[in-house]
């Protein structure tokens, strides 16, 4: 999972690594989104902007439902 993530960090468009199709996922203004899928997946990946707001820990901190 690592090596996929270096990767797409790279903001591919949509494809294939190893065994596993990503597709960018528009939409995001302050992030990027991808969906992989392979036989053991089926996620999304999202990248944030690093800045002052602290989008990531906001987010992740954030009471669902």
């Not at 494809?15 to 392979?38: A, C, E, K, P, W």
């Amino acid at each position: 999972m690592n090596a996929l993530l270096s990767y797409l960090a790279n903001f591919p468009e949509n494809g294939r690594f190893q065994d596993t199709l990503y597709q960018h996922i528009s939409g995001g203004f302050n992030n990027v989104l991808y969906r992989i899928t392979n036989e053991q997946h089926d996620l999304v990946v999202k990248f944030t902007v690093r800045d002052e707001r602290r989008r990531a820990r906001r987010e992740l901190n954030k009471p669902s439902g």
